[in-house]
Nanobody, 127 residues
Framework: QVQLVESGGGLVQAGGSLRVSCRASGFIFSNYVMGWFRQAPGKEREFVAA????????YYADSVKGRFTISRDNAKNTVYLQMNSLKPEDTAVYYCAAAYRALYRSTWARDSTYNYWGQGTQATVSS
């Protein structure tokens, strides 16, 4: 019954923007740190961004800092990733994930921290 469903991926030119969304159901959304990961073709899955259950603390990978913004709307059980100034190397399948009461931000970049995962949405950035 737990479900994370991403949407909003697509094709965009370098320098453009996309906003991907993840709607959650089947668990108490506000009790979970929400994270975004991505997996590029032929690459390992990598951490992108995470946000505390309250929405007051964030953590970003260096590769996206200043370009991407993570946010959440707990009333809608939805987490967002606004992606600006996109580069071809941002091309990947973007996954959202939920981590139950992940207290320490030092763990947020580790995929093992997360209990639930979505199916992913494809973002493609052309040069």
């Amino acid at each position: 019954q737990v479900q994370l469903v991403e949407s909003g991926g697509g094709l965009v030119q370098a320098g453009g923007s996309l906003r991907v969304s993840c709607r959650a159901s089947g668990f108490i959304f506000s009790n979970y740190v929400m994270g975004w990961f991505r997996q590029a073709p032929g690459k390992e899955r990598e951490f992108v961004a995470a946000l505390s259950g309250t929405g007051d603390t964030t953590y970003y990978a260096d590769s996206v800092k200043g370009r991407f913004t993570i946010s959440r709307d707990n009333a809608k059980n939805t987490v967002y990733l606004q992606m600006n100034s996109l580069k071809p190397e941002d091309t990947a399948v973007y996954y959202c994930a939920a981590a139950y009461r992940a207290l320490y931000r030092s763990t947020w970049a580790r995929d093992s921290t997360y209990n639930y995962w979505g199916q992913g949405t494809q973002a493609t950035v052309s040069s």
